[in-house]
């Protein structure tokens, strides 16, 4: 099956981006903080054509063809995320009447790897070619973000598009969502990182994401300042009420968190770094309360196993775990976690 069985026709554009996982800096990224994500040597790749006054998408994962006109309202299927950026880029100023897409993806679903930025990213960078449009690589991530926030309804930050458009291989994307600055550091030598996924998934617009992040406003709000970026001191937390104290107590610590990291990536410190992850995971977990058992236990497993540090990887509520693992003993790491967990998938 291909974009021609599908459409009749040969595609005119084709584009692909990665999934990611977040080394640290969880949930600091819709409070302008820091943020440490990595991509995936896993890709979504979308081919496109021209099209008048729709979006039609067929996914090779779903074995599903869904149209619907321009300016149709979010229905919570994956067309969703095409005609975000389509209605993204039409309300930048772009002229794009529409489009065709088939969609193939190596990024599995809900697994907390970014799919739905992978998606996104892939699909602009197709809409770029395909109407020759004067857009940056940022320029495609703020607009995958607009279209996963005001129109899908996930009210995310900046950070999975950056890293799904502006990642390189075999490096951690160090990002500062407030001003976009960003560099490329490589991770330390002889070290994997290896995604656990026990196929939990998660639906962020069901589970408690929008309302973590309304938790996190209430708290800036309260202590009086613009973001929680902008809280040096966790002392100054305490005063705040529960589940409040909570959630700027993860914050706060998890920006202090990913500047520690990048000192140990250029140091090339994989035991620091993989520390900081544990430490991360544990905040996660108390904090903010988006852990599972089902991944704590991945984690505490992972550990004992020999990884140098384990955390859940994306907003939490369900998704996959990523380790930090020697290189030398990856193979004894799979082979203990699988032999525990029967059906789990090692990426």
């Known amino acids: 099956m291909g974009f021609k069985e599908i459409f009749g026709t040969l595609p005119e554009?084709?584009?692909?981006?990665?999934?990611?996982?977040?080394?640290?800096?969880?949930?600091?990224?819709?409070?302008?903080?820091?943020?440490?994500?990595?991509?995936?040597p896993y890709f979504t790749q979308v081919e496109a054509a021209k099209a008048e006054g729709r979006v039609e998408a067929y996914s090779e994962t779903l074995k599903e063809l869904r149209a619907r006109p321009l300016g149709s309202p979010a229905q919570g299927d994956f067309l969703d995320y095409l005609l975000g950026v389509v209605w993204a880029l039409r309300e930048a100023g772009h002229k794009v009447p529409g489009a065709r897409f088939y969609i193939r993806s190596q990024v599995p679903i809900g697994a907390g790897l970014s799919s739905s930025a992978a998606l996104e990213v892939a699909a602009l960078r197709a809409l770029r070619t395909l109407y020759r449009l004067p857009l940056s690589d940022r320029d495609l991530a703020l607009l995958g973000?607009?279209?996963?926030?005001?129109?899908?309804?996930?009210r995310s930050g900046i950070m999975d598009q950056m890293a799904a458009s502006l990642?390189?291989?075999?490096?951690a994307l160090f990002l500062d969502t407030r001003t976009l600055a960003y560099?490329?550091?490589?991770?330390?030598?002889?070290?994997?990182v290896a995604v656990l996924d026990l196929g939990l998934g998660r639906h962020l617009?069901?589970?408690?994401?929008?309302?973590?992040?309304?938790?996190?406003?209430?708290?800036a709000r309260r202590l009086g300042v613009r973001s929680l970026r902008d809280v040096g001191d966790l002392c100054l937390v305490e005063s705040l009420p529960p589940p409040l104290d909570k959630r700027a107590r993860h914050?706060?610590?998890?920006?202090?968190?990913?500047?520690?990291?990048?000192?140990?990536?250029?140091?090339?410190?994989?035991?620091?770094f993989g520390e900081l992850m544990v430490q991360s995971h544990r905040s996660?977990?108390?904090?903010?309360?988006?852990?599972?058992?089902?991944?704590?236990?991945?984690v505490e497993a992972a550990l004992e196993a020999g990884a140098h540090g384990a955390k859940l990887t994306g907003a939490g509520f369900g998704g996959a775990v990523v380790a930090l693992v020697p290189e030398a003993r990856f193979a004894p790491f799979q082979e203990a976690l699988t032999a525990r967990f029967p059906g789990l998938r090692i990426l």
């Open 183 to 192: 560099e490329n550091l490589p991770l330390p030598a002889g070290v994997r």
């Open 284 to 298: 996660l977990a108390e904090n903010y309360q988006v852990s599972l058992p089902e991944l704590d236990a991945l």
């Open 145 to 154: 973000q607009k279209a996963e926030a005001a129109y899908v309804g996930v």
């Open 205 to 219: 617009r069901e589970a408690g994401y929008n309302q973590r992040r309304e938790e996190a406003e209430e708290a």
């Open 251 to 272: 914050i706060v610590g998890e920006n202090l968190r990913v500047l520690k990291g990048v000192e140990a990536l250029r140091k090339g410190d994989a035991r620091a």
């Open 13 to 40: 554009a084709s584009a692909q981006a990665p999934g990611r996982v977040n080394l640290l800096g969880e949930h600091t990224d819709y409070q302008e903080g820091y943020v440490l994500p990595a991509p995936l």
């Open 167 to 171: 990642g390189e291989p075999g490096k």
